[in-house]
């Protein structure tokens, strides 16, 4: 009898058991929600990106992209990825995707519009005249790069106001460069930095000044250069000519 009842409470705990296992697997299968299709979920994405919700945009795009690498819906994802980063204004993170894109997506109608936000990514980062000119002259170069390869996209309009402005920032920080040497008397350098404004950029305002200083720059040079008339032979030389 004992051995019987013992029997017997063990299959109710293993019923129990099995019971409550089958409830929590029901409950587990139950709780998880159906994978979103990826054009759902790149729609999502979109929503977001206009809420200017970069951060879950890019959650949201990075998703796509990994958990459907196959789909058309991934080369947007890679795409918005890096849009997400630009507008957030982390112009290093965008640039990367950018490239990214290009460089996985060779011939994609979308190149483009990536090249012309490199040159963006560059543009947005450059610096006052006064300061280093790195990012503007890369900006100029993916300018130029794009108007190259794509004349005829849509971004060109653009693409020559941004070019203007660059080479304006160029020509000014050469020219403010060159007076700082003018000032402190390093007239050859002063020189160089001038004839970089009066060649390169003959459309800047100041090019008419630059000249200015070139001619300047010159002819202090020039008489830096000659050799000063004095000394003993010079001296007995003018002697000779004033008894003639």
Known sequence: MKMQKATRFLLIL????????????KGWFKSKKPEKPPDVMAQEGITQLKKKKYDDAIETFEKVRDRYPYSEQAILAQIKV??????KKKYDEAL???????????TNKAVPYAI???GLCYYRQRSTIDRDQTYTFKA?????????KYPKCEY?????????????DLAAHEFYVGEFYFRTKH?????DRFQVVAQEY???????EAKNYINQCQEILTHKDEKPKSGFLYNITNLFDARW
């Open 14 to 25: 293993t019923l129990a058991a099995f019971l409550g296992g089958c409830s929590t697997i």
């Open 82 to 87: 890096a849009d997400a980063y630009f507008y």
């Open 96 to 106: 990367q995707a950018y490239k990214e894109f290009e460089k996985l997506h060779p």
């Open 116 to 118: 012309f936000h490199q």
């Open 140 to 148: 100029l170069q993916e300018f130029r790069r794009l108007k190259k």
């Open 156 to 168: 060109i309009p653009k693409v020559d106001k941004y070019m203007q402005k660059c080479r304006n």
């Open 187 to 191: 007239y050859k350098s002063a020189l």
């Open 202 to 208: 003959p459309e800047f305002s100041k090019v008419g």
